[in-house]
């Protein structure tokens, strides 16, 4: 999503909280038929559109409202009945569109080779994309009523709830172009979008996947998947195979991918000039009207900390009994505990138990997910994909471990809100910002895993659910802050003009390896094409949220697990804002002020104390 674009590009909102949520790649060879899934663990998509024919008609149903918009041009800056009527048909066709467009990718997620799918996914795309160019000249005439005469016309009644609206766009009114400029920047959405849609079908559907031996001696072809289940294996030397060959996968094209990277970081500063920011990190901020310490505090505070990452991984070293340790030895369990499954109706009712902190009514609205079916069990990742004029749908890929679970709460954390701030808020603000978009998917898991280690008395139980922990805080915030860093670095290399190769790209990425992990980690050298197949780049600075919103949302942990008072209310309240107000602001409803480091210090300090459990358990 162009985030920066306040026009037509807004109407995405939901659909893109869902899919820049989790989404990771399809590795079909792994990926199990559809047709041999029970029903029960498949979206009833029914539910949204009955057959193929009914979405056809609302496709139809809505070109003409688009039209109807475009022809609106040039009246509606005349008078308050005028913007009134615009507004209202415009948020007509946001939520229409949202959800003609989230069917048709579920639909191509059912089964990403089906070319029927992903068609219909390409036809939803290219609405949104006429529809962008067809709304472009809204703003920029809007921006031609005098601003105390429009912020007069806001005492209306049908226009009062469209004041934080104005507001931020007013605020934005230095980035905001003329009319014809508007039209232009949206025509270039679907050419800008070359190169990430180059890199999505090339790492889901193209790649040369290696197949190695397993512990068993069977056959695996190491995708996206079956590697982060490879990492895990206590088989060092399958470990070690499944690293190299997912790693050299991806050598074989790094040219490719430099090149579609730099697209993409070319794309970015291409739509940051054009708005007249400094860079493409400001425009990302101030799309949410963040300030620049949101995301240098972020990388300042855990640069400061690493050497408790060194410790960790030091600690892992020991426990393993290792001369030296590799990048492909960090998600083995520290803890030796017979592996428990899980059906999915038993996770269910460990997460329906482990969030029950948060409130009946919270607990109510995730049970929603569950009956009728909700919730898909298909490809690799997991999202959430939540509409203005349907329940919440989320995509899991659940295999019945602990890991699993907590990804069960995780979703249904972006459920719960997608639905309260939809039930709470009109069609304008029935989203929510994107930086908090993993704050309360965050919260959920972390409650959810602190009630299951609170009714856990057996020491090796308990280290087994500290060390799920830490390795959510190291995954979290240390590589997501380290990600988040080698952003800010290629879109600088972008913006100085500097050749963006696969050589310099990856030389990059070890340095960070370096400077994180100093002396504790051995780094081998196909580490370094990491850089190269991180699906998060082509976002426009998102990987900083994971590691801000974790660290928003362990304080908000604490403070239910507490039981302070008046912390419910104050989530409860976060969660209905919707878009109503700026994130900032919606975190301190919740208690938490993100632009100071205090949130990220005091997550460090819990991963200290975890850490120093760890150490005696062990």
């Known amino acids: 999503m162009r985030n920066t674009e306040k026009s037509g590009a807004r109407t995405r909102r939901a659909i893109c909280l869902g899919l820049l949520a989790m989404i990771s790649t399809l590795p079909a060879a792994t990926t199990p038929e559809r047709s041999t899934i029970d029903d029960k663990y498949k979206w009833n998509l029914t539910k949204m559109y009955g057959n193929p024919a009914d979405w056809d008609k609302h496709y139809q149903d809505l070109e003409k409202q688009v039209a109807a918009f475009a022809a609106l041009k040039g009246s509606v800056h005349k008078s308050a009945n005028a913007l009134a009527g615009a507004l209202k048909l415009r948020d007509s066709i946001n939520i ?27 036809r939803a795309q290219t609405l949104a994309v006429k529809y962008d160019e067809a709304g472009s000249w809204f703003n920029p005439e809007l921006l031609q009523v005098p601003e105390t005469e429009l912020r007069g016309w806001l005492q209306e009644a049908d226009l009062k709830i469209y004041a934080h609206y104005i507001d931020d766009l007013l605020r934005s009114k230095a980035h905001i172009l003329s009319a014809r400029e508007e039209e232009l920047l949206a025509m270039a959405g679907k050419a800008t979008d070359a190169a990430s849609d180059a890199f999505g079908l090339l790492s889901n559907t193209e790649l040369r996947w ?55 970081m070319q794309k970015d500063w291409y739509f940051a000039k054009a708005r007249n920011y400094s860079s493409s990190l400001q425009r990302a901020l101030d799309a949410e ?13 855990v640069d400061a900390h690493r050497h408790l990452l060194q410790r960790y991984t030091l600690l892992k070293k020991k426990v393993l009994n290792l001369d030296e340790i590799h990048f492909y030895d960090l998600y083995v369990d520290l803890v030796d505990v017979p592996e428990k499954t899980y059906s999915f109706e038993e996770g269910r009712d460990l997460v329906l138990e482990g969030v029950k902190p948060f409130g009946s009514d919270y607990v109510g609205v995730m049970k929603q997910a569950f009956d009728p079916p909700r919730i898909e069990g298909k490809r690799s990742g997991a999202y959430n994909m939540g509409t203005y004029l349907s329940a ?14 907590s990804t069960v709460a995780h979703e249904l954390g972006h459920a719960t809100q997608s639905w309260f701030a939809k039930e709470n808020q009109p069609p304008v603000y029935a989203g929510y910002p994107m930086f908090t978009a993993e704050v309360a998917s965050t919260a959920a898991e972390i409650v959810f895993k602190q009630s299951i280690l609170d009714r856990t008395t057996d020491p090796k139980q308990r280290a087994f659910l500290i060390n799920q922990m830490l390795e959510d805080m190291r995954g979290t915030v240390f590589r997501q802050t380290q990600f988040a860093e080698f952003d800010l670095a290629a879109h600088t290399m972008a913006e100085k003009g500097e050749p963006m190769t696969a050589e310099t790209l990856m030389k990059i990425c070890h340095e960070q390896y370096v400077r994180c992990y100093g002396n504790a980690l051995t780094i081998d050298p196909e580490l370094d094409v990491e850089c190269l197949r991180i699906p998060h780049y082509y976002r426009g600075y998102y990987v900083y949220r994971y590691a801000d919103s974790y660290c928003a949302a362990a304080a908000i942990a604490n403070r239910i697990i507490k039981q302070e008072p008046g912390a419910r209310d104050q989530w409860m309240k976060f969660l209905k804002t919707g878009n109503s107000m700026y994130a ?13 480091p205090k949130p990220v210090e005091e997550a460090l300090a819990l991963f200290e104390r975890l850490l120093g459990d760890l150490e005696k358990l062990l």
């Open 210 to 264: 290696r197949t190695v031996k397993d512990s068993a001696g069977k056959d695996v072809e190491i995708t996206t998947s079956s590697y982060s289940r490879a990492l895990q294996s206590k088989d060092r030397r399958y470990r070690r195979d499944a690293f190299l060959a997912l790693h050299n996968s991806y050598l074989d094209v790094k040219n490719t991918l430099a090149a579609t990277l730099a697209g993409t």
């Open 96 to 122: 229409n569109l949202e959800k003609l467009y989230a069917f048709a990718a579920m639909k191509r997620d059912e089964d990403m080779r089906e070319s029927a799918a992903q068609a219909l996914y390409q």
């Open 392 to 405: 919440p749908y989320v995509l899991l890929n659940y295999k019945g471990t602990f890991n699993d679970v």
């Open 289 to 301: 009207n963040l300030p620049d310490g949101v995301y240098h505090n972020l990388i300042k505070t």
């Open 584 to 596: 900032i602001d919606m975190l301190k409803v919740a208690g938490v002020d993100m632009t100071t």
